[in-house]
């Protein structure tokens, strides 16, 4: 594969962004004239990072390269800080990441790179942050993806959402959480958001319009694995169907990770 890391002045997040791409090689059988003016457009993964890190991640501390080799597939990893992949408008000029995917970076890679556009190409995944938004573009976008895979994260309750609450996820004090309910406008505001995607996969559920769905966490993972039960009970309760794949013995952490990246993959059935 050839792996590009690439630089550009964003409109959505005000100032330089970094994005890493991880492109297919050249087959030893074709000419660079044959390959590189091909016209062929290569299905898409856009994979998403956790907090704390950045557009190197994945890269870094999986095979993400080797599987994506094996698949012929281009993977597209942006930075996103601490963002939730949220929009910000009260930080400094404006950090509009949940915008920035789909209204800057998506077009950039359409236009620029041999990527197709089609729904049935395209694939987004993520853990923990990045796995919420992961969760959070495909249930508000359900036209522009085919699958999603969310490691080690799942739709929360917003109801549950009180003080005090021992699940930091859902407790209104926690300052992660203070803050983006602020940024949202307010715990109703919040409630009524895109952030919602509990609520949202109820309406949607019944529709036949979601992309296709993975849920994945480690049995270990004391922060998520008791919301992902939650989650997965109440989407048998909804007839939401979706693959749930789970590991004794992983806690949060990228062993976890590069498994369940190799299951979302083979899930994605990126060879029809």
């Known amino acids: ?13 005000k100032g330089n962004q ?30 998403l990072h956790g907090t ?15 599987y994506a080799c094996e698949k012929d597939l281009v993977v597209v990893m942006p930075s996103a800080l601490n963002s939730n992949y949220s929009n910000w ?12 995917l789909t209204e800057e970076l998506m077009p950039l890679i359409y ?21 919420r938004g992961a969760i959070k573009y495909a249930v508000n976008h359900p036209d522009r993806f085919a ?16 003080p005090g609450h021992p699940c930091p996820l859902l407790n209104s004090e ?19 958001s895109n952030e919602n995607t ?10 036949g319009t979601l992309p296709r769905l993975m849920f994945a966490c480690g049995t270990e993972d004391d922060l998520l694995y008791d919301q992902f039960c939650i989650f997965r009970a109440h989407a048998e309760e909804i007839g939401l169907k979706a693959h749930w794949f789970e590991l004794e013995g992983y806690r949060h952490e990228w062993r976890f990770w590069d498994l369940a990246i190799q299951e979302a993959l083979s899930f994605f059935k990126l060879d029809e």
Not at 28 to 46: C, E, H, T
Not at 89 to 100: L, N, P, S, V
């Open 147 to 162: 699958a999603a895979a969310v490691l080690s994260a799942a739709p929360l309750d917003f109801s549950r959402i009180r």
């Open 174 to 192: 926690d300052p992660r959480l203070a803050a983006t309910i602020r940024n949202a406008g307010g715990l109703e505001a919040y409630r009524s």
């Open 1 to 13: 594969m050839s792996v590009l890391t690439y630089h550009f002045e964003s409109q959505y997040l």
């Open 52 to 66: 704390f890190g950045d557009a190197t991640d994945w890269l870094r501390r999986t095979n993400i390269e080797l």
């Open 18 to 47: 970094e994005v890493t791409v991880i492109l297919p090689d050249k087959p030893g059988n074709l000419s660079p004239a044959q390959f590189y003016q091909s016209v062929k457009r290569y299905k898409v993964l856009w994979l």
């Open 198 to 207: 509990w609520e949202i996969l109820n309406r949607l559920a019944p529709t």
């Open 111 to 131: 236009g620029w790179f041999p990527v197709s556009d089609r729904r049935e190409d395209n694939f987004i995944a993520g853990l923990s942050m990045g796995g």
């Open 89 to 100: 408008d009260g930080f400094m000029m404006g950090f509009h990441m949940y915008d920035y």
